[in-house]
């Protein structure tokens, strides 16, 4: 069983990510509402993929990537940013500090399960 | 499918009344020359946020929408493009759109191509020329590199406006990180503005984690570190007076000396915060009750010695301060009426539009003030209200042109001051209330029965009755099933009431009545069959002895004749069940007011306290004709009356208190 975090500010969006991602049966997901719910949901829960936004009140996609690629706990964690057409320039920042995909919102759901799947070799 | 529908309106609406609250802030920020930053972002997000609402529901119209209004947007929080009047006016007009789109079934509605030209081409015009140059070399790589576009646009705009950036390093524990750095980005927040919250656990100890905090701020580096209590780090230093004369907003002249000015010597701060403040000031002036105490009782052992004295004069000197403190502190929470006009009269335009009636609005007594926190709440009750007077108070134009009547509707606010308490009206020049018409309803509600028998003021206040206002009469516009008897709870939560008068065909006027301030208040300590109440002293208006022998009964009910009025009077001791005979007299207290004034009788007044109320726990919550606890020296408990909720209970439902 993989656990996948999804870090989302919006409810609705958080819930069809969820949605996308629990097709496969070797998946759960974890919710954060915020990357402050994320740092606080880390110490705590064990993850192995990270989906994230980039524009999230408090503590924003780029930080919680900056801040899980400086810490041996998560430095290999794969992380996926998914994020709107306009953030072209953070999306690169966000590969840049160590995100391993990211994905245009709206997004193909074939796109986001590809990926996972490649992750996992399911 | 219908539920969830709704549920997409509701959400829809909400999130577009949020917007426009934002953009009312950013337009009265805008003519102070200074927009702030952060309310942009929240318009961005709700943009944001409503987009992808509509999507979800196959609202694609209204997804499209707030789509091209969001990239708008994007482009001003990043400062591509620039917050003008224009712009504003662009983003009200569109909010009032989208808000008529929800409404209306999708089928009904026309193509939305133009709106999404008019959008483009605004923005296409507005895309500012100026680019921001590097400025990247004077603060470090490290940092720059995880900086979201929006923070690092922020960073630019920082140093541009000559602000100081700086950095403080907080560790806090694991368990409680979020209140702590909630608590330090607040205070930070005063000083200047938050750009940053980056995370680290880097050199860090263990069950800890570290923030890395870089805000911008017109402080100087010494000033920050006393004020936060922490190791600030100087990335840019601030340029003071030497500032770049560029500010956000175009003001037409140098404002930037008077930014800063403003920024210094005003501080916003979290209204809990001063709750506390106020909940600390209580407890001390319960402690100057005890010196009190303990100075009568040294008199009474040792008589008026030096000593003694002494302790007099402090105590009475204390006392005065603890009340210029509570005096001070009251103040600084007030806020001028007028800041609800401002959220009322939006909705009242919006409205009126809506439902095709022209109105003229009134206001009268906008610097009348209030507390904040009542403030805040009073609004809801209030929307209620004007949304009611709008829909079903005033009449369709033609309606009125056949009555005799200007096809302008009339509304007015009126905010007064009366004593310890403020009132405010809402008074409209629509077609009235027909009490016959009213009771009526109340029948085929099933709420009374068709014998009974009402006066004019008892019909009136079946409008306030649970499940009075129910779907059927509640139009879309006035709001969704909340009923008038919310309102009433809401004021009643508050200490407040409220009332209505109405002549049919001329209109009806509701009344807000609600203390000036909560928490501290004044009370007349009562004593009735050995046990000890509280009466709120703002709504006493007199005290008195009677005669039993002069009481009358008038429909089972006892009166007593107060110069020339009939006031019923009810035992203090039968409402909440005490044991004990009356005897030939008894104090009567005097409460409420105008035609809700009545008499509790009680046997002995002990005298004022000022008391800090404190909500009992759930457990006595069902209890009717409390408000609340308090601790009056002693350590000695004693329970403050709902004065409201008792003449609720004496008048309407004749004695239903007894226990």
């Known amino acids: ?122 | 499918m219908k539920s969830s529908e709704s549920d997409f309106i509701a959400e829809c609406e909400d999130i577009l009344e949020e917007a426009g609250r934002l953009l009312l802030e950013i337009q009265e920020s805008a003519e102070r020359g200074r927009i702030n930053p952060d309310s942009i972002n929240a318009l961005f997000r709700a943009m944001h946020t409503l987009k992808g609402l509509a999507g979800l529901f196959g609202h694609d119209d209204i997804s499209e929408i707030s789509h091209a209004l969001e990239s708008l947007l994007d482009d001003i929080r990043l400062g591509k493009s620039e917050m003008t009047n224009d712009a504003i006016n662009l983003f009200l007009n569109f909010t009032d759109t989208l808000r008529k789109l929800i409404s209306k079934p999708k089928e009904e509605r026309t193509d939305v191509k133009a709106y999404l030209d008019e959008i483009d081409t605004f923005r296409t015009s507005g895309k500012a020329k100026r680019k921001e140059e590097g400025m990247e070399s004077l603060v470090d790589e490290s940092i720059m590199r995880v900086l979201s576009e929006y923070e690092e646009h922020r960073l630019k705009t920082n140093i541009k406006e000559g602000m100081g950036v700086y950095m403080i390093k907080p560790i806090f524990p694991l368990t409680e990180f979020d209140t702590a750095l909630g608590e330090l980005t607040d205070r930070i927040k005063a000083m200047g503005e938050l750009i940053s919250t980056m995370p680290t656990t880097e050199d860090v100890p263990d069950g800890s984690i570290g923030f890395n905090l870089m805000f911008g701020s017109p402080e100087l580096l010494d000033t920050l570190t006393t004020d936060l209590g922490y190791e600030v780090e100087e990335l840019v230093p601030a340029k003071g007076a030497e500032l770049a004369p560029e500010t956000v907003v175009p003001t037409g002249g140098d404002m930037s000396a008077e930014v800063l000015k403003t920024s210094t010597s005003m501080v916003r701060v979290d209204i809990n915060k001063l709750d506390r403040i106020l909940n600390t000031i209580g407890e001390i002036s319960l402690s100057r009750h005890a010196i009190r105490r303990i100075w009568t009782e040294m008199t009474e052992q040792y008589g008026h010695s030096p000593l003694v004295i002494d302790v007099y004069k402090v105590s009475q000197n204390l006392e005065r301060k603890i009340e210029e403190l509570q005096d001070q502190m009251l103040e600084i929470r007030m806020v001028p009426v007028g800041q609800i006009y401002r959220r009322l009269s939006q909705v009242i335009r919006r409205y009126s539009r809506e439902v095709g009636k022209k109105i003229d609005l009134k206001m009268f007594g906008e610097d009348t003030e209030i507390d904040k926190y009542l403030a805040e709440e009073i609004v809801d009750p209030l929307v209620h209200i004007v949304r009611n007077a709008i829909d079903h108070g005033l009449e369709t134009q033609e309606e009125r042109i056949k009555a005799g009547k200007s096809e302008v509707g009339e509304v007015i606010l009126r905010a007064t001051q009366r004593g310890n308490h403020v009132v405010v009206e809402v008074t409209d020049n629509g077609r009235g209330i027909d009490p016959e018409r009213l009771k009526k309803k109340a029948v085929e509600k099933g709420l009374i029965d068709a014998g009974t028998d009402l006066n004019r003021k008892d019909i009136m206040e079946l409008m306030f009755l649970p499940g009075f206002s129910t779907k059927d009469v509640v139009s879309e516009v006035s709001g969704r099933g909340v009923g008038l008897d919310i309102v009433k709870d809401k004021l009643g939560s508050m200490g407040g009431f409220v009332d209505v008068t109405s002549e049919k065909g001329e209109g009806t006027t509701f009344t807000l009545t609600l203390p000036i301030t909560l928490a501290i208040i004044k009370v007349l300590m009562v004593k009735v069959g050995g046990e000890t109440y509280g009466v709120p002293l703002s709504s006493i208006s007199e005290t008195l002895t009677i005669e039993h022998s002069t009481l009358q009964s008038i429909e089972n009910r006892k009166v007593f004749n107060l110069r020339g009025d009939l006031l019923p009077v009810t035992w203090l001791r039968d409402v909440f069940g005490l044991p004990g005979e009356a005897g030939e007299r008894s104090f009567a207290v005097i409460v409420g007011f105008g035609d809700r004034r009545m008499g509790l009788l009680v046997d002995e007044l002990l005298g004022q306290h000022e008391v800090v109320i404190k909500t009992i726990g759930e457990y006595l919550d069902d209890i009717k004709g409390l408000a609340g606890a308090a601790e009056v020296g002693r350590h000695e408990i004693v329970l403050v009356l709902d004065i409201e909720g008792i003449i609720e209970e004496c008048t309407t439902r004749k004695g239903a208190l007894h226990v």
Not at chain 1, 12 to 19: D, G, L, P
């Open chain 1, 1 to 122: 069983m993989k656990t996948i975090m999804i870090v989302e500010d919006s409810a609705t969006t958080r819930s069809m990510i969820r949605a996308v991602l629990e097709d496969f049966d070797e998946v759960e997901t974890v919710e954060a509402a915020s990357g402050f719910e994320a740092i606080k949901l880390l110490p705590s829960q064990e993850v192995d993929l990270v989906v994230t936004d980039i524009n999230m009140p408090d503590i924003n996609g780029l930080e919680l990537i900056n801040f899980m690629r400086k810490d041996e706990r998560w430095l290999n964690i794969p992380i996926i940013i998914i994020s709107t057409e306009r953030s072209e320039e953070d999306k690169r920042r966000g590969v840049a500090l160590g995100a391993n995909a990211y994905i245009t919102k709206p997004f193909d759901p074939e796109d986001l399960q590809g990926i996972v799947k490649e992750l996992f070799n399911l």
